[in-house]
């Protein structure tokens, strides 16, 4: 009994404080390092390439890419990650081919924090063991890194930092996911066809309740969808290139860590819809409403893991002529190279927001938000 109230103590008085200051220090390092990250990441999937092409593996069908993280590999001070590349069989390809990436730059942050909490052990009449405190930081916080592991690795595919082209296959299915080696993983990109031509959508729209439709963890290429009434859709993790939404009702609809690139979005609705994470790079949002839409980025915290929003929504390139972005949270958001011509943010919060100086004689902005917004030249 004692034992159980000193761990209580432990957890909730030494590591839950210790662990916030730590996993912000991370995510604050990954921030400010992603392009270092990419660069890592590039290179250990290029090595990869090579090593399927020197075993003649990519003139077969690659199924899978998978980051695999070994907790084991944790208690071992290794912060190597896995980069394997399965056929259809999966686990069971006994051909698979891998590399190793190393990211003990982002365990070192673990580490540092074992260390600190070892020393605290003195206070606990030696019940609390070293044992106790690495299965803790093993179930409850390697599981963040990977989370960090996966957002930084949809990040370098979305921006074209990891190139893809030399395995994609021409028909089939293939995707590249991350997380722990046969355990759970999150698809950070999926290939497949499916809604292949502009009825797929209209078809479904007939068949099922509009607020069912999901196109969730999919890639869709020119397709009409203008003018749909899409309130509620589910288009979590997917991506959109040069389609047409213009004029479509996305309200209350869920784009997280979506992207739409290339997209026509003018008059489109996202009345209160969630985009974490979402990615509207060189895209037309004319004239689009977004009032009450929610898409700031989130910290580290105690029920934030599963909704960690690392980068912001992204806008990139994008037209937000008279877009309204009113009672909205885009705090975090990237506008630097927006066009923002009478573009509306009234009670939008913008904590953190990225504007380029010249872009703020475009738009009217209170001094609350001018105080709290990133200003750059």
């Not at 003990?104 to 074992?114: N, P």
């Not at 389609?243 to 009702?249: I, K, N, Q, W």
């Not at 209160?272 to 895209?283: E, G, I, M, N, Q």
Request: glycine share 6%; net charge negative; with cysteine.
């Amino acid at each position: 009994m004692e034992r159980e109230k000193l761990l209580e103590t432990f957890k909730y008085g030494y590591v839950l404080p210790e662990g916030i200051e730590r996993m912000m220090e991370l995510d604050t390092y990954c921030n400010e390092n992603l392009e270092l990250l990419c660069e890592g990441l590039q290179a250990a999937f290029r090595q990869l390439w090579k090593r399927l092409e020197e075993k003649k593996r990519l003139e077969q069908n690659i199924f899978s890419i998978s980051l695999c993280v070994l907790r084991s590999r944790f208690l071992q001070r290794d912060g190597r990650v896995r980069i394997y590349a399965f056929n259809e069989s999966f686990y069971l390809d006994s051909n698979a081919l891998w590399v190793e990436w190393n990211a003990s730059v982002l365990l070192h942050f673990l580490w540092e924090m074992e260390n600190h909490l070892l020393s605290s052990l003195k206070d606990f009449k030696n019940v609390i063991k070293e044992g106790d405190i690495q299965e803790i930081l093993q179930t409850e916080y390697v599981p963040w890194v990977i989370q960090y592991i996966t957002e930084l690795t949809r990040f370098a595919i979305r921006k074209e930092k990891i190139d893809l082209s030399p395995i994609l296959p021409q028909t089939g299915r293939f995707c590249v996911t991350v997380g722990e080696y046969r355990g759970t993983f999150d698809e950070v990109y999926v290939e497949e066809n499916n809604l292949e031509n502009d009825l797929d959508l209209r078809k479904l729209l007939e068949t099922v309740e509009t607020k069912e439709i999901g196109v969730y963890g999919r890639n869709c290429k020119n397709l009409q969808w203008r003018g749909l009434k899409l309130k509620g859709m589910n288009g979590t993790k997917s991506n959109f290139r040069h389609m047409d939404f213009s004029g479509s009702d996305l309200s209350e609809s869920y784009f997280i860590k979506a992207g739409f690139y290339h997209c026509n979005l003018k008059n489109t609705l996202w009345k209160d819809a969630l985009l974490f994470d979402a990615d509207f790079s060189d895209s037309d949002l004319s004239s689009a409403d977004l009032s009450g839409a929610m898409a700031p980025i989130t910290k580290p915290g105690l029920f934030s893991r599963n909704l960690l929003s690392l980068m912001g929504a992204d806008f990139t390139n994008a037209k937000l002529e008279y877009a309204n972005f009113s009672e909205a949270d885009f705090s975090g958001a990237d506008f630097r190279t927006a066009v923002l011509q009478s573009t509306v943010f009234q009670n939008t919060r913008l904590n953190g927001a990225k504007f380029s100086r010249k872009s703020l004689n475009q738009i009217e902005l209170t001094e609350e938000q001018r105080n709290s917004i990133q200003i750059y030249d």
